[in-house]
């Protein structure tokens, strides 16, 4: 008689790593402290259990940014010169103001930079910049514009309006023609947005 051993059927059983230990901070000292932000140094206990200093940026305020898409599928984009990165090409959007909500800020952003103005707001997400600083970015889609007048600020004198078909603005994040993360990000993500729409 043939007593072949039972076939287990069961799935292995995957076992996870176990969580590593959360940072831990001891105390803190303040090595800047300006209007726009804060730059600590932190004495911390580290994942793997080593102590050290962490140091970081604190914004006071976030940024947002907006992809206008007009109706011939363009999406304004602004081109300045910005004093740390030289000439740079995004979206419109800039910091908050202390306590604005994140979409009043998107237009008064697009408003002042473009002089555009939206009927149709989408928000997109919200993106961590770097590691080392808290500052957000929030994300905004509009749709349905009113072209007007631009209304600079100071840093702002002599940014232009160009518009892109959005698959050009795509590939420009692409291959890294869009130097600021947050332009990248913005136009893939309303790239994908606009993709859904338009299939649903």
């Given amino acids: 008689m043939n007593t072949?051993?039972?076939?287990?059927?069961?799935?292995?059983?995957?076992?996870?790593?176990?969580?590593?230990?959360?940072?831990h901070q001891h105390d803190r000292t303040i090595l800047l402290d300006t209007p726009s932000y804060l730059i600590h140094r932190d004495r911390v206990t580290r994942p793997d259990g080593t102590e050290g200093a962490f140091e970081f940026h604190q914004a006071r305020v976030d940024g947002a940014l907006t992809v206008a898409v007009d109706d011939r599928g363009r999406i304004a984009?602004?081109?300045?010169?910005?004093?740390?990165?030289?000439?740079?090409?995004?979206?419109?959007?800039?910091?908050?103001?202390?306590?604005?909500?994140?979409?009043?800020?998107?237009?008064?952003?697009?408003?002042?930079e473009s002089g555009i103005t939206a009927a149709s707001w989408r928000p997109l997400g919200e993106t961590a910049l770097m590691t080392r600083s808290t500052a957000r970015l929030h994300m905004f889609l509009a749709r349905d514009l009113t072209l007007g007048r631009q209304e600079p600020t100071g840093t702002e004198t002599g940014m232009t309006v160009e518009w892109w078909p959005l698959e050009d603005a795509v590939a420009a994040a692409m291959d890294g023609r869009l130097l600021l993360s947050g332009a990248v990000m913005s136009v893939l993500m309303a790239a994908r947005a606009l993709d859904a729409a338009g299939r649903a």
Avoid: F
């Avoid at 072949?4 to 940072?23: G, K, L, S």
């Avoid at 998107?106 to 002042?112: D, W």
């Fill in 77 to 112: 984009m602004v081109r300045y010169r910005s004093y740390v990165h030289g000439e740079v090409l995004t979206p419109p959007g800039g910091g908050l103001e202390p306590g604005e909500d994140p979409l009043e800020g998107a237009r008064r952003e697009l408003k002042e």
């Fill in 4 to 23: 072949a051993p039972p076939v287990n059927t069961a799935p292995p059983v995957t076992r996870q790593p176990a969580a590593p230990a959360p940072w």
